[in-house]
């Protein structure tokens, strides 16, 4: 009897041993057809989209011509009639700059433009460090993608066309006279011929132009160091008179030590042979003529060389002078 029991209490656990062993077989057979059957997928998705990517032409590096421009401002006005590159736009990229959206490169399509978003590529620049160069006509060398109906360029070049219009009209204002109307920050009209004696250093900046703030450390340095040489720094700025705070609070954080105007614009600055793009410098000498254009950021070693240049035949002009003036006269005086 006891047998028995035994033998039953033995053939129900070998029942359950083996229910049990089952279910253990049973979930590992579930695991395993589960784990098959995810790398099968898995398999089939890699390949399909190896087949699709292989089925994609790779992205060709193109070399692309156009205007930077703001990518949101270019839409604010039909570009067929007008052209971007007023005081609006510019102050509107600035400040799209500063939000982080990307400039783009507008190309000429026809009788249309064709808008390609900047990126990234081998050469990294923020939109900020893009504004010296909104406004230019640049040459692009990238790849290029497109994500609905937007183009992308990922740029790895970038080099700034001096094309024959653009060099002839800073060709053309040299040795030309150099005069300006603006008001400073009273009101008060001032003139570039007021300065006619001196050499000037007329510098075209904005408040809200970031590779303006960049330079200005070292025009404040180049008066501070020519002044008693008869130099003169002067900054004529794209804002507005009615911005006189902001303008203020600008000169106060960077040390500004030169007089500031007020009021510049677009068609000023072509006139003086110079794009819609800030900044830009001249150097006029001392009978008011422009002597040199700089249509970007000016370095200070460059400018330095200019002026140092230009002091030095204005000291051998006098020199002539003086040494002609002191000669003895050819001719012989007659006794009184």
């Known amino acids: 009897m006891a047998k028995q029991s035994v033998l039953k209490r033995g053939s129900v656990g070998s029942a359950y041993l083996l229910l049990d062993d089952v279910?253990?077989?049973t979930r590992r057979y579930r695991v395993s057809v589960l784990t098959v059957s995810h790398v099968i997928a898995l398999v089939v998705i890699l390949g399909s989209l190896t087949i699709t990517n292989a089925q994609q032409p790779s992205a060709k590096v193109v070399t692309l011509e156009g205007q930077l421009v703001c990518s949101l401002c270019w839409f604010e006005a039909?570009?067929?009639t007008t052209p971007y590159g007023d005081d609006a736009d510019l102050k509107c990229a600035a400040e799209c700059a500063e939000k982080d959206i990307p400039p783009a490169l507008a190309v000429k399509n026809g009788d249309d433009y064709k808008l390609y978003i900047l990126e990234n590529g081998q050469l990294k620049k923020t939109p900020v460090q893009w504004i010296e160069s909104v406004g230019k006509q640049l040459r692009i060398t990238g790849k290029v993608r497109q994500q609905g109906e937007k183009l992308y360029l990922a740029s790895n070049t970038v080099d700034v066309i001096d094309s024959s219009a653009f060099a002839k009209a800073q060709a053309a204002v040299i040795g030309t006279e150099a005069e300006l109307a603006l008001k400073d920050l009273f009101g008060v009209d001032q003139k570039l011929s007021s300065y006619r004696g001196r050499i000037v250093v007329l510098n075209f900046w904005a408040t809200w132009c970031v590779p303006c703030r960049g330079e200005l450390p070292d025009l404040?340095?180049?008066q501070n160091e020519y002044a008693a040489l008869g130099v003169q720094v002067i900054g004529a700025s794209a804002d507005a008179l009615a911005d006189r705070e902001k303008v203020l609070k600008f000169i106060r954080e960077t040390r500004i030590n030169f007089p500031v105007w007020v009021g510049l614009n677009t068609d000023e600055m072509k006139r003086f042979g110079v794009g819609p793009a800030l900044p830009a410098t001249l150097v006029i000498d001392r009978e008011g003529k422009i002597h040199t254009?700089?249509?970007?950021?000016i370095k200070r070693a460059e400018?330095?060389?200019?002026?140092?240049s230009m002091l030095?035949?204005?000291a051998a002009a006098l020199e002539r002078e003086t040494t002609s003036n002191n000669s003895e006269p050819d001719?012989?005086?007659v006794p009184s």
């Open 303 to 308: 400018l330095q060389k200019q002026i140092d």
């Open 78 to 80: 039909d570009r067929k």
């Open 220 to 222: 404040v340095a180049v």
């Open 312 to 314: 030095k035949s204005d």
């Open 331 to 333: 001719v012989s005086l």
């Open 293 to 297: 254009v700089y249509p970007s950021v």
């Open 23 to 25: 279910g253990k077989e």
